[in-house]
């Protein structure tokens, strides 16, 4: 049974940064893409990164480049995002989430999701 | 960046009847597309990707498709379970670039 289970979301104040991670089992982690999504209260699903099987390929939504960091550990078979320079925009659930497609940089959709960490940003 | 726009934001429908949900993408993004359905307190689900493809386990009753700029995806037969958000979603070749849709709230009187 494929399972992601996201962790390191919290109450953090405005400037402050942050880790999040997201340990995988129940498939052969080495050779998917996986990505990161929020959403924040009331709004709508929001792309934000995506990681390489092989990490040689990463993507950033334009609203969190520069700001956002995704790295993987294929031995540890975990996806990491790291925030930095949090906002209140930034309160929101995350979810990480596995590619569809074996092998491919991207994945093409996601096929399984975790049940999200919530960040909640505040002074 | 591509842009995806879902019409309409919401729909009220009947039990066993049908709706079109529409998904339009502001440049040609050929069949890369993808449908979750999403339900309050749970992980979106995977419906649809290549615009047609029923990922296996989803009910032949959920169909997906267009090309280009403008998708659809019909759920035929609705049931009360089908109450949900439905998310359409970009995906393109080489290093991710995703987005998607602003979702269509569906609820089944």
């Known amino acids: 049974e494929v399972q992601l289970v996201e962790s390191g979301g919290g109450l953090v104040q405005p400037g402050r940064s942050l880790r999040l991670s997201c340990s995988a089992s129940?498939?052969?982690?080495?050779?998917?893409?996986m990505h990161w999504v929020r959403q924040a209260p009331g709004r709508g699903l929001e792309w934000l990164s995506s990681?390489?099987?092989?990490?040689?390929?990463?993507g950033y939504a334009d609203s969190v480049k520069g700001r956002f960091t995704i790295s993987r550990d294929n031995g540890k078979a975990s996806v990491y995002l790291d925030i930095n320079s949090l906002t209140t925009d930034d309160t929101a659930l995350y979810y990480c989430?596995?590619?569809?497609?074996?092998?491919?940089?991207?994945?093409?959709?996601?096929?399984?999701w975790g049940q999200g960490t919530l960040v909640t940003v505040s002074s | 960046e591509v842009l995806m726009t879902q019409s309409p934001g919401s729909v009220s429908v009947s039990p066993g009847e049908r709706v079109t949900l529409s998904c339009r993408a502001s440049?040609?993004?050929?069949?890369?597309l993808a449908w979750y359905q999403h339900k309050f307190g749970q992980a979106p689900r995977l419906l649809i990707y290549?615009?047609?493809t029923r990922v296996t386990g989803v009910p032949a009753r959920f169909t997906g498709g267009g090309s280009g700029t403008e998708f659809t995806l019909t759920i035929g037969s609705l049931q009360s379970a089908d109450s949900a958000v439905y998310y359409c979603?970009?995906?393109?070749?080489?290093?991710?670039?995703?987005?998607f849709g602003q979702g269509t709230k569906l609820e089944i009187k």
């Open positions: 990681i390489s099987w092989n990490s040689g390929s990463l």
């Open positions: 129940g498939f052969i982690f080495d050779d998917y893409a």
């Open positions: 979603q970009h995906y393109n070749n080489g290093p991710a670039r995703w987005t």
């Open positions: 290549g615009a047609s």
């Open positions: 989430g596995k590619g569809l497609i074996r092998g491919d940089s991207g994945g093409y959709a996601l096929e399984y």
């Open positions: 440049q040609s993004i050929d069949t890369n």
